[in-house]
């Protein structure tokens, strides 16, 4: 049996014997978590934005909607968004032939130190996780272009000039919607903006390969995402599962809409208003499954808070004490995938 130190995490296990039957003991999740798996029902209601409506006479409903949608749910599909259908399936198309090309064009890629810029890597913070999860994935910057495009795959030919358009287009949707979800909790239309210093956007490929024990398995456990933001495109395979309300939920497939949901540094600086979304991805025994999540994050050095004008909503009770998005990142990858860093900021832990 391959180890992960291998360069292409599950890809290169599963690759290098076809006929496995079992996963690796390191990818058993616990009996809880396998449970957690067989009591899952289909979300019956997906919130709809449509960024049209957000444009004209309509806003003051969209923006109502927004608000239920993200203080109700954490999450939303965005339609009308503005990126062209070509340009997803490009993306979608780039991304498969990236995974697919023969290890020796990958390998120099391949690292489990966050701190690269651009690196490809395996499960989720390999090297500290006890149990790991069964996905490879890409993760590099995406702003300003110029300054991080050098550091992209180069192969395939077209993986740079697709992908610089896709986040272009991916970051003029994130600025609409922040500019929205601001407005949303009545706080002035480029408060979240300002919040998060010289906004950050990273994108991630991640490839779920068919696993011979999905029910033992998760492709990525449960976590909050630790940015303000997450703008995902998935493929037709279905894998994607929420928790509300303490049930887990499988997502639909959502056919051309994005995926949003709400991380943790929306959470602060909303004073807890809006939630951070718990998720998780699973696996399936065919077929190989591909998300393209676009993170936006504060600049390092942002000093993240709660609005001033939503504590005081909250009887001028803030529930987070202020941090840098650094100190943050330093908890958040210490340990292994979690949905808990938020926890250290709250306002009765640092008292
Ligand atoms: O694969 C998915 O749908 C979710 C991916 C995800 O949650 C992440 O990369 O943070
Ligand atoms: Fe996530």
Known sequence: METLDSPSGVQKLISSDKNILTVHPKYLISDEEQQSLKQVTILPYVPTIDLQELDGA???QAIEKLNRACKEHGFFEVVNHGVSEHLMESMLEVAKEFFQMPEEDKMHLYSNDFRKRTFL?????ATKEDVLHWRDYLRHPCHPLEDHMESWPSKPPSYREITGKYATKIRELTLKLLEAISESLSLEKDH?????GDQNQSMQ??????CPQPDLTLGLGAHTDPNCLTIVQHDEVPGLQIMKDGSWFDVPSLDGAFFVNIGDQLQVISNGE???LVHRAITNSTKRRISIPTFYTPSFDAEIKPAPLLVARNDHVPLYVPFTYRQFLDHFYSRSLHTNTLQHFEVHAAN
């Open 192 to 196: 979240i903006a300002k919040a998060l």
């Open 274 to 276: 809006y939630r951070s």
């Open 121 to 125: 890597s395996t499960s989720f913070n």
């Open 58 to 60: 309509s806003r003051p």
């Open 205 to 210: 490929i991640n490839v779920y390969p068919p």
